[in-house]
């Protein structure tokens, strides 16, 4: 039963196609444990943030389509150690984000909705 779920969740995915113009904006999803927040700007740069408790890790860097609905994110090198430094207490910082819907995406287990302003 799991894996048709899962299978099901790659079929809708693998189905829906996101238009560049439709990714740029603030996304933000909270959760009990966390508090996820991730910007993504016209010009191929994001700015990424993840509160769990009293541990916040973020980063900064560039992103760019991998396929039709996922993108790949790349934290700059300045700040790979805090990264590196504050998965010991969370989990890695995931690099793919899946678009679910243009208003919802998923990055690692967060869900996402993207702000209105």
């Known amino acids: 039963m799991k894996l048709f779920v899962i299978f099901c969740l790659f079929l809708f995915a693998s189905c829906s196609s996101i238009k560049l113009s439709e990714i740029p904006g603030e ?3 909270k959760t009990k444990d966390s508090i996820t927040h991730i910007s993504f700007l016209e010009d191929g740069r994001f700015s ?33 150690i805090e990264c590196v430094l504050s998965s010991s207490y969370m989990e890695p910082i995931p690099r793919t984000v899946v678009f679910l819907s243009k208003d919802k995406i998923k990055i690692g287990r967060a869900k996402l909705r993207k702000v209105k302003k």
């Open 27 to 29: 996304y933000e999803g």
């Open 48 to 80: 990424f943030s993840q509160q769990n408790g009293e541990v916040t890790r973020s980063c900064e860097g560039n992103w760019k389509m991998q396929s039709k609905n996922t993108i790949i994110f790349l934290c700059e090198d300045g700040n790979i």
